[in-house]
Nanobody, 113 residues
């Protein structure tokens, strides 16, 4: 069972920044997929990175969010800049390992206008 623990959420004013972190209980080096989903009105994929370090970003966050991972620390991060009220939601870290998808417990991000 892979455990994922997120941190770094909070309340921020529009235009501000937050950095989310997700620590995995084991190596994500070989994971074909690691990413962040956001639960607002619907759950949507915000950003992801694959084992070849190719990244994906939702159109709404391109140029503002940066996903990265530190394989030595088993950590995934999401740097969020120029935050907007529509970025508000619960952010979930997720990965696929051993043919299964695992989720963290989520961290709340609230952006005030």
């Amino acid at each position: 069972q892979v455990q994922l623990v997120e941190s770094g959420g909070g309340l921020v004013q529009a235009g501000g920044s937050l950095r989310l972190s997700c620590v995995a209980s084991e190596s994500i080096l070989s994971a074909p997929f690691v990413g962040w989903f956001r639960q607002g009105k619907q759950r949507e994929l915000v950003a992801s990175i694959n084992s070849a370090d190719n990244t994906y970003y939702h159109d709404a966050v391109k140029g503002r969010f940066t996903i990265s991972r530190d394989n030595a620390q088993n950590m995934l991060a999401l740097q969020m800049n120029s935050l907007k009220p529509e970025d508000t939601g619960v952010y979930y870290c997720t990965t696929v390992l051993y043919g299964r998808q695992y989720w963290g417990q989520g961290t709340q991000v609230t952006v005030s206008s």
